[in-house]
């Protein structure tokens, strides 16, 4: 178990390899633009692409129009690798990580 300075630390090392697309759709939301369909045999599966940073929203759709389920497929250089699910702390880190580079 890594202490949270040393996870914090890790953390902004990754951030400054990371695009700044990457940590816009982060701190703000994605932008689903394109998204394409196809018929199941059990209704439908919906993939929706973010226009920004490539990540995908996969939605599977019964007959009826209710979500089954739905996962992401994140391209490279999205994930934080090693500290499992963001905190506040580590959202506020990314988030001035961009805002630094902006300003
Ligand atoms: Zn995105």
Redesign the pocket.
């Known amino acids: 178990m890594i202490g949270a300075r040393a996870e914090l630390n890790d953390l902004l090392d990754q951030a400054a390899e990371m695009g700044e697309y990457v940590l816009e ?1 982060r701190d703000v939301g ?2 689903w633009k394109d998204w394409t369909v196809a018929r199941l045999r059990h209704g439908f599966e919906q993939t929706m692409r ?1 226009s ?2 490539g ?1 995908e929203r996969v939605r599977f759709i019964d007959p009826e129009g209710y979500i089954d389920s739905s996962h992401y497929r994140y391209p490279d250089g999205y994930l934080v690798h090693g500290l499992g699910r963001l905190t506040v702390d580590h959202r506020a880190a990314l988030r001035l990580e961009l805002l630094q580079r902006s300003a």
């Open positions: 759709c994605h932008i973010c920004q940073c990540t």
